[in-house]
């Protein structure tokens, strides 16, 4: 008997680095991921399908989206087994309790271990979360399964660390509390990034969310003469991309707008560029790669341009031993303690001002304070500066 299982869809997400016109293509995207799932599910047989979690957006979660799930469960004609998480967490005015499933839907509500049986055998067991924090973990009750034949969870939460710190806030648990508790194989929710543990799957987030983002894929577990095995399916191509992209001896804009054309090539969905290396005497600003001046390939809708790792065109050392107004604004930046991008940042506007050139580059302050969706312990991923095309 196979099993397919998935998590971390986070439907209806925000992306708000992104224009409306793509982040709505996004948002559309993650559906398909969903379509595609069901999709796998089908071409392998598989008797039933497992969500651990985060599948949308508790606060940003429409109708429409509701009504799609509604009705690609109901078409599947398969068994779903849902375990709520901390982002679609189950409390009373969630689409998990106000909705009337159809009957093949199986959504886990209680914050403790409750059990569905599958087949002669094969027992589900699953758990929710009620709130966006604070969930005690679902095995430190001491919780061990009952009855014979194969047993195996879904849930959602984080796994105990001994190298963080921090406060644990989402049903935390050890790898090795779920063979201790009796199940057979545990899938499970929370962290984005996938992980093949010998008796658990981290399933990993079904798409890529952030652009710097490891992300994984549907799982098939199959049950087979009393034991389960994990196979992972190919994930979805990617639609964000990170790349970066030396500007080294580039002469002007024009040449360095045609190596960020080179390298989005072939790509689709949306990129986040680095800009490297000393360009020969250029001012250059992440407007130059705006909409007005920058036209991407076909098939990437924006580009998010980060000039931080480019070097000054002006030579610093020599401003900054100068007896003028420029010296001594060069030596008072430096001597303010300032991070490393905010310096270069206030420099380049105040050596322009005083070249009496445009000083936009001042929108990258504004930027650097612009927070975005992030996953729980990882920091926000925006970009330092950036421009839409």
Do not use: C
């Not at 559906?31 to 979690?53: C, H, K, N, P, W």
């Not at 508790?181 to 992980?195: E, L």
């Not at 980060?306 to 930046?333: A, H, K, N």
């Amino acid at each position: 008997m196979k099993l397919l299982a998935f998590s971390d869809v986070h439907l209806d997400s925000k992306f708000g680095w992104a224009t409306r016109e793509v982040a709505r293509r996004q948002r559309r995207r993650l559906r398909d991921g969903v379509t595609s799932a069901f999709e796998q599910a089908a071409q392998e047989a598989a008797a039933a399908v497992l969500i651990g979690g985060d599948l949308f957006e508790h606060e940003l979660v429409s109708p429409d989206t509701v009504e799609f799930l509604r009705r690609t469960f109901e078409r599947s004609g398969l068994p779903i087994f849902a375990a709520p998480g901390n982002h679609d967490y189950a409390d009373t005015e969630s689409p998990y309790r106000r909705i009337d499933w159809p009957d093949n839907v199986n959504i886990f509500g209680e914050t403790h271990f409750t059990s569905k049986q599958l087949a002669d055998g094969l027992t589900i067991w699953g758990a929710a979360h009620r709130k966006p924090a604070d969930t005690p973990g679902f095995f430190d009750d001491g919780f061990q399964v009952e009855g014979a034949g194969i047993h195996i969870a879904v849930f959602h939460g984080e796994e105990r660390n001994a190298a963080f710190q921090g406060q644990y806030r989402h049903a935390p648990f050890a790898g090795d509390q779920i063979a201790a508790a009796g199940f057979d194989h545990a899938v499970v929710g929370h962290s984005h990034k996938p992980a093949d543990r010998s008796t658990w799957t981290r399933l990993g987030s079904l798409e890529r969310l952030k652009f710097t983002e490891v992300y994984g894929s549907a799982v098939m577990l199959e049950v087979e003469n009393g034991r389960v095995t994990r196979r992972r399916l190919d994930p979805r191509p990617p639609a964000l991309h990170t790349l970066s992209v030396d500007l080294t001896e580039v002469e002007d804009a024009d040449e360095a707008r045609e190596r960020i054309g080179e390298a989005l090539d072939s790509l689709v969905g949306a990129a986040r560029i680095r800009l490297t290396g000393e360009p020969d005497n250029l001012h250059l600003h992440a407007e130059d790669f705006g909409a007005a001046s920058f036209e991407p390939p076909a098939g990437i809708a924006q580009v998010l341009v980060d000039t931080s790792g480019l070097t000054s065109p002006y030579d610093l050392e020599q401003i900054q031993d100068e007896p003028t107004v420029r010296g001594m604004f060069v030596r008072r930046v430096r001597d303010a303690d300032l991070d490393r991008e905010t310096e270069r940042i206030v420099l380049l506007a105040g050596l322009r001002a005083l070249d009496d050139r445009d000083i936009g580059v001042l929108d990258e302050l504004r930027m650097a304070g612009i927070d975005e969706d992030s996953s729980d312990h990882e920091p926000p991923d925006v970009p330092t500066d950036g421009a839409a095309a």
